[in-house]
């Protein structure tokens, strides 16, 4: 124990701790620098503002900078296809090169929605129901009928629409309201031998509406070639006028 303690005094104990204490100093330094290179501490690059680009100029954005992109899809109306509308990271976050930044772009095609039941409902309750559809309220013209704004006939582009058809989302559906000025009576017309749409149009033309449509096969499918065979009622002898807004239902065969 003495000659432990006679040691700790002498030159060659101080000469090694001096040596041991540089070496510990030489590889925590080392440490230190080269984990600041492999993590390239302080040399990140500002993440550019992105939202609100086209796509295309998003993309070459983020390329020239050297970083990654994954792009997401959806749809929003009133918004130009290929926009960029979200982010992440925000714009101005530091991140290392070759990071990936996410975006979500306005798709280019419109998804399809189903147009609801509007016929012979109050022009109120179907605007709050195409908005919920994600679909617009077009032109509004009146017609002969019974009660004011109730909705007699919808349509897109010019055709002729009805529930259960597929639409694209966002279309503006026009209407065709009545006027409530429709207490008289009209010529019934004869619908043997029209196309739906043909029948529809016909009898929007009389300020009558399509009733019951109904096929005499199991396939519906195949609609534009059907024909109307019969309808009810059917003008005849004793029944030639029917009251405006009267529903008239149809019989197609193909």
């Known amino acids: 124990m003495n000659q432990f303690i006679a040691y700790l005094r002498t030159k060659s104990f101080y000469r090694n701790l001096l040596v041991v204490f540089l070496a510990l100093s030489a590889f925590f330094l080392t440490l230190s620098y080269s984990l600041t290179l492999y993590t390239r501490h302080g040399q990140g690059l500002l993440v550019p503002k992105l939202e609100g680009m086209n796509i295309a100029n998003a993309q070459q954005?983020?390329?020239?900078?050297?970083?990654?992109?994954?792009?997401?899809?959806?749809?929003?109306?009133?918004?130009?296809?290929?926009?960029v509308i979200e982010q992440d990271p925000d714009p101005g976050t530091n991140v290392k090169i070759s990071r990936t930044v996410y975006l979500t772009m306005v798709t280019q095609k419109a998804p399809d929605v189903i147009l609801p039941d509007i016929n012979g409902k109050r022009f109120l309750e179907v605007q709050?129901?195409?908005?919920?559809?994600?679909?617009?309220?077009?032109?509004?013209?009146?017609?002969s009928g019974i009660e004011r704004n109730i909705v007699l006939q919808s349509s897109l582009a010019g055709k002729a629409i009805d529930k259960g058809q597929a639409i694209s989302k966002g279309s503006r559906v026009d209407l065709i309201l009545g006027d409530g000025k429709g207490t008289s009576e009209v010529d019934l017309p004869n619908l043997v031998g029209l196309s739906l749409n043909e029948a529809r149009m016909a009898l929007l033309g009389s300020s009558l509406i399509l009733g019951a449509v109904t096929f005499d096969t199991e396939d519906h499918t195949d609609s534009l070639n059907a024909r109307v065979t019969k309808q009810l009622p059917m003008p005849s002898d004793s029944l030639n006028k029917v009251k405006i807004g009267t529903a008239i239902d149809v019989l197609l065969t193909k």
């Open 128 to 143: 709050s129901t195409l908005i919920n559809y994600g679909l617009k309220v077009g032109d509004t013209t009146y017609a």
């Open 61 to 83: 954005v983020l390329e020239a900078q050297g970083l990654q992109y994954q792009v997401d899809s959806i749809y929003v109306v009133d918004k130009p296809p290929g926009l």
